[in-house]
């Protein structure tokens, strides 16, 4: 078996490329460690990505696979000891080390997973000294790119397509954007512009400009690429969405900044004042857009804040409304949409801008959103972000499926909302596990220096009457207490601004019961509109209209039982200390959920012998 095995590749891959494309043209090694790479941008969005170790019983090198390859560890196929066929890549030297990024990979899986072979040696480095004090990660795969000497050669994708350029300059290999990181040196890569911001403006001490941002696509993966100032009035009206162009170097790639993208890419673009860009003859060899659907049951398992592509049929469209954001002061539009889908779900997604004032599908079409923000704001709600794109009835097999399953059957069934799953943990993807009351204080939750989650499964028997609520501030997304001035405004000293009438806002105390005894709870807006059903403003006109019908709302609003998810926290006051328990969320039970997981748990108990 070590026969089959091209002895000597990996030295001359890094080496000698011209000697590698001629003798080693499609490497066979084997793999000796499978590891998963921890993201520099962790969190929501983070691209999964494998580190694995691949040996010519020579030598051996640390590989990093692109993400289109992480199907083979996903599927079983790419296993400790495997023996592969090379069929893309790209050698790099980064702080002095070999790095092999794997582009294409196959599994010759008649040959098995044999024990290491050979006593293959780390292969060492023949470019010029390391670059001093690299801006290198734990990893060893971002940094700092050495200058080459006169004696390296650029190393180049192995098996891509060229294409001849433009003024004589020759052949260009056409690169696969996952291929693209700071330490690739002469690249062309054909891709479609999937999306293109409207031209952004600033207005600084230092100084003002503009930018322009775009999103291409090729068969490998997308990029985000931004032009400023120059660049705006050079690329602005030469790139046009659904448009095939190849981009050439130079062209700068540096470390994405995840806040302003929506694409699973570590790397983003920025144009420079010689980056070559020219339309494709050929516009149908690129995808047309990439999707990677998540379908709306799934969000309850989404974290906050991640990144998404939903697609579902148009079951309500809001008209468009306008918010004045807190700090820049500046009116938005936006509309609310509604989604269904087949699992019984449904989720209201706001859009914005002009891709609200211009929306103009139909009830019942099929609305596909690419990048959009998840938020637990209601259980589960999504916004598009300015990034994202939106595409109605559009000609993919998820949407035909859809269209199919509502007509024949959707267009009659109600559809469950994830308010009964809004829990902190499914809001920030920490478990909280499910207490009763006296081991919520038997197990003294709260009083240690960080703050402890629970979820609780308690009927409310007694609610707080005076003062349930307090006038707020009317400005989006601020919540402070406004001062009535006395002459019909309400003054917010944070926002500087005064409003006709206050917004008022809970902040209420309830007693809940379980069979295992008694808690106060403290509840602010969201949750205590969830227990009243109505929202502090209806109950304060109340209170000086109608007082009957107040006490009448607070008498059905007890003896309801829900879910809450709470903090135990201690605070203090004055110089006693207690443990205060906030209700981050609430929910109505649902009760076929509580009787599947009983039924889980005396399954378990069953097999337990129990």
């Known amino acids: ?34 590891k998963t790479l921890d993201s520099k941008n962790g969190g929501a969005g983070a ?16 590989c990093m696979m692109a993400t289109q390859t992480n199907h083979l560890v996903h599927d079983g196929l790419l296993q400790r000891g495997c023996i592969v066929r090379l069929k893309q890549y790209q050698a790099q030297c980064l702080k002095g080390k070999n790095i092999l990024i794997v582009l294409d990979l196959e599994v010759i899986q008649s040959l098995g997973c044999p024990e290491k072979m050979g006593d293959p040696q780390p292969l060492g480095s023949r470019s010029a000294e390391p670059a001093q004090n690299p801006n290198l990660g734990s990893t060893g795969f971002y940094g700092v790119k050495n200058e080459p000497t006169q004696d390296t050669k650029p190393q180049f994708p192995r098996q891509a397509p ?25 690249w062309t890569i054909k891709a479609r512009v999937t999306s293109k911001s409207d031209i952004k403006t600033w207005h600084k001490p230092s100084g003002e400009g503009k930018l322009f941002s775009v999103n291409f696509l090729d068969e490998s993966g997308e990029i985000r690429a931004t032009g400023f100032n120059d660049q705006v009035d050079q690329f602005y009206d030469l790139l046009q969405e659904g448009q095939v162009y190849y981009i050439s170097t130079p062209c700068r790639v540096q470390l994405a900044k995840k806040q302003y993208s929506n694409l699973p890419n570590d790397y983003e673009l920025t144009f420079e004042r010689d980056t070559q860009i020219e339309k494709a003859e050929d516009q149908t060899s690129v995808p047309q857009v990439r999707f990677n659907f998540v379908n709306i049951q799934e969000l309850q398992d989404v974290e906050k804040d991640a990144t998404v ?38 989720v209201r997604c706001t859009i914005w801008g002009k ?3 211009n929306f103009d599908a139909q009830p019942e079409s099929i609305v596909a959103l690419k990048g959009t923000k998840v938020s637990d704001f209601g259980g589960r709600s999504l916004s598009l972000l300015s990034s994202g794109t939106m595409a109605i009835d559009p000609d993919i097999p998820e949407a035909h499926h859809l269209k199919g399953w509502y007509d024949s059957s959707g267009r009659n069934n109600t559809f469950a909302t994830h308010n009964n ?59 402070k207490k406004v001062t009535d001035m006395l002459d019909g405004t309400w003054r917010c000293e944070k926002c500087q601004v005064s409003h006709d009438r206050p917004q008022y806002r809970y902040i209420m105390s309830i007693n809940v019961n379980d069979h295992t ?33 107040l006490a009448a ?27 205060r328990y906030q209700v981050m969320s609430a929910a109505p039970l649902d009760y076929k959920m509580e009787g599947n997981k009983l039924n889980e748990l005396i399954n378990a108990y069953s097999q337990m012998g129990m």
């Open 162 to 186: 060229s294409r001849n350029t433009s003024a004589g300059q020759g052949s260009s290999t056409i690169y696969p954007i996952e291929g693209l990181s700071p330490f690739s040196h002469k």
């Open 47 to 62: 691209t999964e990505r494998f580190r694995i170790v691949l040996s010519d019983l020579k030598n051996y090198v640390q």
């Open 355 to 357: 891709t609200a004032t």
């Open 309 to 346: 592509d939903v697609i579902g049929v148009l079951k309500e469209v809001q008209e468009v409304t306008q918010i004045v954001a807190k700090n820049t002061q500046k009116p938005y539009d936006k509309r609310e949409l509604t989604l269904v889908d087949n699992t019984g779900y449904s």
């Open 1 to 34: 078996m070590a026969g089959q095995i091209t002895q000597g590749a990996l030295d001359a891959m890094f080496n000698d490329p011209d000697r590698a494309q001629q003798q080693f043209p499609v490497p066979i090694l084997q793999c000796l460690q499978i």
């Open 421 to 479: 799953m809004q829990t902190l943990g499914g809001a920030t993807g920490r478990k909280d596990d499910t207490k009763t009351i006296s081991q919520v204080k038997e197990e003294n939750l709260g009083t240690s220096e960080m703050p402890d989650y629970f979820s609780l499964k308690a009927t409310v028997v007694f609610i707080k009457q005076d003062n349930f609520a307090y006038p707020g501030c009317r400005s989006e997304g601020c919540n």
């Open 553 to 579: 709302e607070f008498v059905q609003a007890n003896c309801r039982k829900l879910n809450f998810s709470c903090r135990a926290k201690t605070d203090t006051f004055g110089e006693q200390q207690r443990v």
């Open 517 to 549: 005894g008694q808690l106060w709870l403290s509840c602010f807006d969201d949750t205590a509109r969830i227990i009243m059903g109505k929202s502090a403003d209806e109950l304060m006109e109340m209170r000086e209209n109608d007082e009957t019908r």
